[in-house]
């Protein structure tokens, strides 16, 4: 009796969709969270782009941004980011259901990417250091960032772990 190599499915490409999917979740959770109760995160965003609670240094405050309008923009877009990041998370989390493993690991990195730059680029190095979020004792979620960027960077690198070969075999 034959197995084709389709019809095992070897342990790596489970740890993938699985932790494709705890990172889709996090961010539909975190999505939906600041979708229906906008006010938390909203504050949080307008206080690390206002630089209120830095140590408001002349040489870094010119950095601040104090209109509410372009700070309320800015935490829209992020929330839009983190919605098609979820989306497309949950997608590559489909298609490894589906065992079409290219597919999957071509969708799992964009949705990953997107929220590795969300994280590394917006919240730590943005948000982090141009707007001087390490300053703060109220209003910073470096600490946060970097647990999420750290673990999704551990999924894209399991995503792209070669697959062992499955061998055919016959009795």
Known sequence: MATSPTSRRGALPVAAALLTASVALYMALVAFGN????????????????????????????????STALQDTAYVLIIV?????????????????????QQARR???????????????GFIAIG?????MWQSKSWNGLDAATRVFLFSGLVLIVNHLPSPRTETTTT
């Open 35 to 66: 979708i229906t109760d906008f006010g938390t995160n909203q504050q949080f965003v307008r206080h690390v782009l206002a630089m209120d609670t830095t140590f408001k240094d002349e040489d870094l405050m010119w950095r601040a941004i104090t």
């Open 81 to 101: 980011w983190e919605t098609v990041a979820a989306l497309v998370l949950i997608y590559g989390t489909w298609l490894w259901a589906r065992r079409d493993q």
């Open 107 to 121: 969708m799992s990195t964009y949705g990953l990417l997107m929220v590795l730059l969300l994280f590394g680029a």
């Open 128 to 132: 982090g250091e141009w707007f001087s």
